[in-house]
């Protein structure tokens, strides 16, 4: 499967954008799906999971009560709703897939399909 992220972009501290994660080549219904970040001069960080029906979410506490991780399977895509964006959240964003494992599935090693990223800046 390939997948692709889009949507970021720049915006202020309290405002909000949607992540999209494209898939292609196969269907993402029976993938535990995930988005990572990686600040400038950091390592990729896990951000937040879900389960391939959708049901079952697990986020960073950085990012928890901001940012609701959904999919919709009839269109092949994940999602990324970030709210109330801090000076902190700046980093391009990555999502990933999995065949294996389960949706709390938070390290880099635990996903096998990644998609380029997306950068998101957010002004103080």
């Known amino acids: 499967v390939q997948l692709q992220a889009f949507g970021g972009g720049l915006v202020q501290a309290g405002g909000s954008l949607r992540l999209s994660c494209a898939a292609s080549?196969?269907?993402?219904?029976?993938?535990?799906m995930a988005w990572f970040r990686q600040a400038p001069g950091k390592e990729r960080e896990f951000v937040a999971s879900?389960?391939?029906?959708?049901?079952?979410?697990y986020y960073a506490d950085s990012v928890k009560g901001r940012f609701t991780i959904s999919r919709d399977n009839a269109k092949n895509t994940v999602l990324l709703q970030m709210n109330s964006l801090k000076p902190e959240d700046t980093a391009v964003y990555y999502c990933?897939?999995?065949?294996?494992?389960?949706?709390?599935?938070?390290?880099?090693?635990?996903?096998?399909?990644w998609g380029q990223g997306t950068k998101v800046t957010v002004s103080s």
């Open positions: 990933a897939g999995s065949t294996s494992g389960s949706y709390v599935n938070t390290q880099e090693a635990d996903y096998n399909y």
């Open positions: 080549g196969r269907t993402l219904s029976g993938y535990h």
């Open positions: 879900l389960s391939p029906s959708g049901r079952n979410t």
